[in-house]
């Protein structure tokens, strides 16, 4: 298996661009979520989806950022424009749930960006 | 009030000694509790889910203690490779705690 694969790695921008992430979670496994990761705040969850429906997205910043789910096997994380205070790690996780009941997040290797 | 909270340490151990961590959530109600450990500039990776019974997995150890609201984690005979960030998960969908610092040192 793949694993959760997330593009591009490394995005470096000039304050007021759009930027798109991706992510494509594993097979088969019906939750996806977006989370930050900074210094200052540690790991935030920005929103998460249920069988492409997003579910809670309390956690989205300000109407600068949105997320797309599209289908099973893809999802954006777009932020327009980009600020500054928005470089970060943005990292993708999905999960399905175990016939114990608990779900267990997989992490992709995360989207650092950097915004001048 | 955090909803997880994690000592942030550092904590800074020889090798072969025996360290543990904690974890308090504020959600009596929570159900899954998981840890997970980072390393630098690395995703978080699940290391064990944790059972209300309390389960071991080699050197590691987790507990929960559901009348004081917290988690634990015990590492035994530390090794240079656990050095890293230990982060546990309260619900499994979104509340992290800020993590936990260990080095191991030679």
């Known amino acids: 298996d793949a694993g959760v694969i997330q593009s591009p790695r490394h995005e470096v921008t000039e304050m007021g661009q759009e930027v798109t992430l991706r992510c494509k979670p594993i097979s088969g496994h019906n939750s996806l979520f977006w989370y930050r990761q900074t210094m200052m705040r540690g790991l935030e969850l920005l929103i998460y989806?249920?069988?492409?429906?997003?579910?809670?997205d309390s956690g989205m910043p300000e109407d600068r950022f949105s997320a797309k789910m599209p289908n099973a096997s893809f999802s954006t994380l777009k932020i327009q424009p980009s600020e500054p205070r928005d470089s970060a790690v943005y990292f993708c996780?999905?999960?399905?749930?175990?016939?114990?009941?608990?779900?267990?997040?997989?992490f992709g290797p995360g989207t650092r960006l950097l915004v001048l | 009030r955090k909803e997880v909270e994690q000592d942030p340490g550092p904590f800074n151990v020889p090798e072969g000694a025996t360290v543990a961590f904690n974890c308090t959530y504020s959600?009596?109600?929570?159900?899954?509790f998981f840890w997970y450990r980072q390393d630098c500039r690395k995703e978080p990776k699940l290391l064990m889910s944790?059972?209300?019974s309390g389960n071991e997995d080699g050197r590691f150890t987790a507990q929960l203690n559901r009348a004081s609201q917290y988690i634990s984690l015990l590492i035994r005979d530390s090794k240079l490779s656990d050095s890293a960030t230990y982060l546990c998960v309260v619900n499994g969908k979104s509340t992290f705690g800020d993590g936990t610092t260990l080095t191991v040192k030679p």
């Open positions: 989806f249920n069988n492409n429906v997003p579910i809670d």
């Open positions: 996780a999905s999960s399905s749930r175990q016939p114990g009941g608990q779900e267990t997040q997989y």
């Open positions: 944790v059972y209300s």
């Open positions: 959600n009596s109600a929570s159900q899954s």
